[in-house]
């Protein structure tokens, strides 16, 4: 029983990932003891054996302390990271909620001028047309300002009770109509009553979005977009990628995934931010997927992105699931 007990000691030494550092020189002490001492010495080969015994159980617990000791400090640096990105987010929506509220004000008093001009002019003529274009470029920029207030969520919304599943299938149709016939879209939805708590219209947009975000993707190559519903219980590693979610509830999980050609690190952390664009000059306003976070978290729910380049993304998009009894049903 001892050589072998010696075996295991040597062993341990000789292999050092398997104890702690500061445990090796009790290992090469009770190694050396066993050298020394007679192995017929049954006192001093059980007071070993005890002490061997000890050491191991000691080095057991070490090693457990050590792994949970990792787990908690990979935890931490996981929070500090949410807790300094929702800090980001919420500077940046307050700025952008000042600036929209100037720009709306500065807007409202160009048109006007605008429409008293175009009162006075003749109608029909260049002067009238040009003038109407100006109201034109005017409205795009109203719009773009009540994106900005959308992302800062000041702005009042009607939320209600429905089911998710019409509101998936009728975004894809509309999405669908404009897709190239090369391009594929693979639908994998629950046909459930999965019932949710939310401003309709606003879901389906970011659905529609996403969708046209991914098409942009795939717009070089012969493309495939999938869109799935499923539900699903958040477990710990996706409640810590968004502030709003809960750990162990149930959720509504919109996918929406490409084959396109990915983003690399840096942009997958700027990419809520608003006006943040990959997108060529005059192709976006980069305010798509910083409203799309703004109006999610406004529904306590969240957003998360995992995309490699050259191998696609994944948005998924998580809403608070409103059980439903038999009752109900």
């Not at 191991?56 to 990979?74: P, Q």
């Not at 992302?151 to 599943?165: A, D, G, L, M, P």
């Not at 959720?251 to 690190?265: A, L, Q, S």
């Amino acid at each position: 029983m001892n050589k072998l007990l010696k075996r295991q000691i040597k062993k341990y030494i000789e292999d050092s990932s398997a104890i702690p550092e500061q445990l090796v020189p009790l290992f090469e002490a009770i190694s050396s003891a066993y050298d020394h001492f007679d192995e017929g010495n049954i006192l001093t080969s059980r007071a070993l054996d005890l002490s061997l015994q000890e050491l191991m159980e000691v080095n057991a617990r070490l090693k457990e302390e050590i792994v949970e000791r990792e787990y908690a400090e990979e935890k931490t640096k996981s929070l500090q990271k949410q807790l300094y990105q929702a800090q980001k987010m919420e500077s940046i929506g307050t700025m952008a909620n000042g600036i929209a509220h100037n720009f709306n004000n500065i807007l409202a008093a160009v048109r006007g001028y605008v429409d008293m001009v175009i009162m006075d002019v003749e109608q029909n003529s260049r002067m009238e047309s040009d003038l109407k274009k100006v109201v034109k470029g005017i409205e795009a920029a109203k719009e773009l300002s009540n994106k900005m207030l959308l992302f800062s969520r000041e702005h009042e919304q009607k939320f209600e009770r429905v089911e998710i599943y019409p509101i998936v299938k009728d975004a894809i149709d509309l999405f669908s109509a404009s897709v190239r016939s090369d391009v594929e879209i693979n639908e994998k939805l629950e046909v459930c009553s999965h019932h949710v708590f939310i401003n309709a219209n606003e879901i389906k947009q970011i659905i529609i979005n996403l969708c046209s975000n991914a098409y942009h993707a795939v717009s070089k190559v012969k493309g495939m977009l999938e869109v799935g519903l499923t539900e699903v219980e958040i477990d710990e590693s996706i409640a810590r990628r968004s502030p709003k979610l809960r750990n162990k509830e149930k959720y509504v999980r919109i996918t929406v995934k490409d084959n396109g050609h990915g983003m690399n690190e840096m942009t997958k952390e700027r990419i809520f931010e608003p006006f943040f664009t990959t997108k060529e000059v005059g192709e976006g306003t980069g305010m798509g997927l910083s409203v799309a976070l703004g109006v999610i978290l406004n529904h306590n729910g969240g957003i998360t992105v995992d995309s490699e380049q050259d191998k696609g993304t994944t948005f998924q998009v998580y809403l608070p699931l409103i059980e439903t009894s038999n009752k109900d049903e």
